[in-house]
């Protein structure tokens, strides 16, 4: 297992949208060993609830999804999931704004922050390491965050989705703002 290097904003592979995989891809040794390696670089590095392909390189459809409790959001439920060609196949009703940001912009621990409107619920179709399909509606953070992760693989970033730009702030500044920590 090894730490794959981030790409930073500015680099056209986050603007790039990814080659989805095909079967014999997905259950090869190569694609094993860098979801492997994404899911660690996610947990080890601290990087948050998910990581996309091109933030790590590779301009192929595939995020890690790691959701679990913190202190500022004690309900979070536990999430650990392998997409791979995800899809967002439907979108319920209205838009909740949450607090996002992505290591993608520069200090993993002082990056941008903003509210983001996103979908409050949407169904998603993809496939896992295993090369096994689902599909299942998300709510909640975790639907929030596949909708900031799918978009990374469109290569679409969230402050495409920033509606209220003055919201704008750093992440070392909202904690100071707004967690009493
Ligand atoms: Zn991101």
């Given at each position: 297992?090894?730490?794959?290097?981030?790409?930073?904003?500015?680099n056209?592979?986050?603007r790039?949208?990814?080659?989805?995989?095909?079967?014999?891809e997905?259950?090869?040794?190569?694609?094993?060993?860098?979801?492997?390696?994404?899911?660690?670089?996610?947990?080890?590095?601290?990087?948050?609830?998910?990581?996309?392909?091109p933030?790590v390189g590779?301009?192929?459809?595939?995020?890690?999804?790691?959701?679990?409790?913190?202190?500022?959001?004690?309900?979070?439920?536990?999430?650990?999931?392998?997409?791979?060609?995800?899809?967002?196949?439907?979108?319920?009703?209205?838009?909740?704004?949450?607090?996002?940001?992505?290591?993608?912009?520069?200090?993993?621990?002082?990056?941008?922050?903003?509210?983001?409107?996103?979908?409050?619920?949407?169904?998603?179709?993809?496939?896992?390491?295993?090369?096994?399909?689902?599909?299942?509606?998300?709510?909640?953070?975790?639907?929030?965050?596949?909708?900031?992760?799918?978009?990374?693989?469109?290569?679409?970033?969230?402050?495409?989705?920033?509606k209220?730009?003055?919201?704008?702030?750093?992440?070392?500044?909202?904690?100071k703002?707004?967690?009493?920590?």
């Amino acid at each position: 297992m090894r730490i794959l290097r981030r790409t930073q904003f500015g680099n056209p592979i986050l603007r790039q949208p990814t080659r989805e995989l095909s079967h014999e891809e997905i259950v090869s040794t190569k694609v094993k060993d860098f979801v492997v390696n994404m899911r660690y670089t996610l947990e080890s590095k601290g990087y948050g609830v998910g990581l996309a392909a091109p933030q790590v390189g590779k301009a192929v459809a595939i995020t890690v999804i790691g959701i679990k409790p913190t202190p500022s959001r004690p309900d979070n439920p536990v999430i650990n999931l392998v997409l791979i060609n995800p899809k967002i196949i439907k979108k319920y009703g209205s838009k909740k704004t949450m607090w996002e940001g992505c290591i993608s912009f520069g200090d993993t621990k002082n990056f941008p922050y903003a509210q983001v409107p996103r979908y409050k619920k949407i169904r998603v179709q993809w496939i896992d390491e295993m090369a096994k399909t689902h599909e299942e509606d998300f709510e909640g953070i975790t639907a929030h965050v596949l909708q900031h992760e799918i978009d990374h693989l469109n290569g679409v970033l969230f402050v495409d989705r920033v509606k209220d730009t003055k919201s704008y702030i750093t992440i070392a500044e909202y904690k100071k703002r707004f967690l009493k920590s």
